[in-house]
């Protein structure tokens, strides 16, 4: 596609359920991310995928938050047993990788999640 | 690690004002800083960036100059517009295990005609 594409856009969910969110990042691009923004807040790295390289979970708030991406292509985040306080808008981001630089990120429009 | 401070908001100015928004970071070696814009009801877009000391990042009649003695990349608009109200964010792209781009909390911006 043109862009990057996030589903759901959005997702209402109850607290203690599970719940995925995909992300379908630009062709071609070798790095993923995933941010979490919250209501009045900046933005809050989560994770970030680097072609075949271990991805750097060093953001992920807890064990209950994990990623994957399959192929080097589609991304998924997992969210168990959500609680109230995950309710945000969750964002997936893609970029070329030059001369071990990221140096422009693509948004996509983002999943609101509103956690019950 | 890498950071990013920013002035905060929210900032409220009058049509045709000057603009500045500060922005300092911590970083190790040498990293790429970025402004990011987020208008209304719309995804994060790149709004300029700079990739080496000295260097001056513009689009859109904002610019913002990497200052390494300062560690800033302020961002500054001569006049501003009713449709630049949105909210900026600054980040910083760092090099080997600090890949990631960082941002800062971001701040609001709204201008009155």
């Known amino acids: 596609g043109a862009g990057v594409s996030q589903s759901p856009s959005n997702k209402v969910t109850e607290k203690g359920k599970d719940v995925e969110l995909r992300c379908d990042p630009i062709?071609?691009?070798?790095?993923l991310y995933w941010y979490r923004q919250s209501l009045g807040q900046g933005l809050e790295f989560l994770i970030y995928f680097q072609g075949n390289s271990a991805p750097d979970k060093s953001g992920l708030p807890s064990d209950r938050f994990s990623a994957e991406r399959t192929g080097g292509s589609v991304s998924t985040l997992t969210i168990q047993r959500t609680q109230q306080e995950d309710s945000a808008v969750y964002l997936c981001a893609s970029s070329s990788y030059d001369r071990g630089r990221n140096e422009k990120l693509f948004f996509g429009s983002g999943t609101q999640l509103s956690v019950l | 690690g890498n950071s990013v401070t920013q002035m905060e908001g929210p900032v409220t100015l009058s049509e045709e004002a000057f603009l500045t928004i500060n922005c300092t970071y911590t970083a190790t070696g040498y990293p790429s800083l970025f402004w990011y814009v987020q208008y209304p009801g719309e995804g994060l877009q790149l709004l300029l960036k700079a990739t080496k000391a000295d260097d001056k990042g513009s689009n859109k009649g904002f610019e913002a100059t990497y200052r390494k003695e300062t560690t800033s990349f302020h961002l500054e608009k001569g006049s501003v517009q009713v449709s630049d109200s949105a909210v900026y964010f600054c980040a910083l792209s760092g090099t080997g295990s600090a890949r990631q781009l960082t941002f800062g909390s971001g701040t609001q911006l709204t201008v009155l005609p």
């Open positions: 062709s071609g691009h070798t790095a």
